[in-house]
Antibody, heavy 120, light 107 residues
């Protein structure tokens, strides 16, 4: 059974950075894409980017280019999402999720979510 | 970027009703569309992929159809446990935008 377990909630000051981890178990970590999706309070889902660990290649949504870095450590089956220059609008639940299927976009397993609160 | 317009934004229906949600893409996305269910405080759950394929373990009352720019998600007989927000997502082009969501409530 595939599981994605994320790191705990964070409270950050504006202008700082946050790094959220996502540890996978029960599957072949390197072969699947790991996406990061966020959800602001009461809002919809927003895709931030993804990485395919076996390739080490990450793609990012234009909106987050230059502020987000997604990495993966194959040795520990862990993906990371770092978001810098935080502002209050970045307050959200951040999810990691695995993309499977022939397209790599069957996002079939999700982490439990990590609440990041940005507040002075 | 391909924008996804989902409607309605909310609906209220009775148990046993047929519920239909639509999603329109700003350009042709073939059948590269997912549908997710999200219950309050929980992560989304994949229900339908490639526009019409039911994810393993998902009840058959859920279905999806469409291709090109117009897509439909249907719950054939609404159950109390179906109360949730439903999202479409295109993956023809990056970024794989989600629709705005449809909140389904019981009347």
């Amino acid at each position: 059974q595939v599981q994605l377990v994320q790191s705990g909630a964070e409270v950050k000051k504006p202008g700082s950075s946050v790094k959220v981890s996502c540890k996978a178990s029960g599957g072949t970590f390197s072969s699947y894409a790991i996406s990061w999706v966020r959800q602001a309070p009461g809002q919809g889902l927003e895709w931030m980017g993804r990485i395919i660990p076996i390739l080490g290649i990450a793609n990012y949504a234009q909106k987050f280019q230059g502020r987000v870095t997604i990495t993966a450590d194959k040795s520990t089956s862990t993906a990371y999402m770092e978001l810098s220059s935080l502002r209050s609008e970045d307050t959200a639940v951040y999810y990691c999720a695995r993309g499977g299927g022939s397209s790599g976009w069957q996002i079939d397993y999700w982490g439990q979510g990590t609440l990041v609160t940005v507040s002075s | 970027d391909i924008q996804m317009t989902q409607s309605p934004s909310s609906l209220s229906a009775s148990v046993g009703d047929r519920v239909t949600i639509t999603c329109q893409a700003s350009q042709d996305i073939s059948n590269y569309l997912n549908w997710y269910q999200q219950k309050p405080g929980k992560a989304p759950k994949l229900l339908i992929y490639d526009a019409s394929n039911l994810e393993t373990g998902v009840p058959s009352r859920f279905s999806g159809s469409g291709s090109g720019t117009d897509f439909t998600f249907t719950i054939s007989s609404l159950q109390p446990e179906d109360i949730a927000t439903y999202y479409c997502q295109q993956y023809d082009n990056l970024p794989p935008f989600f629709g705005g969501g449809t909140k389904v409530e019981i009347k």
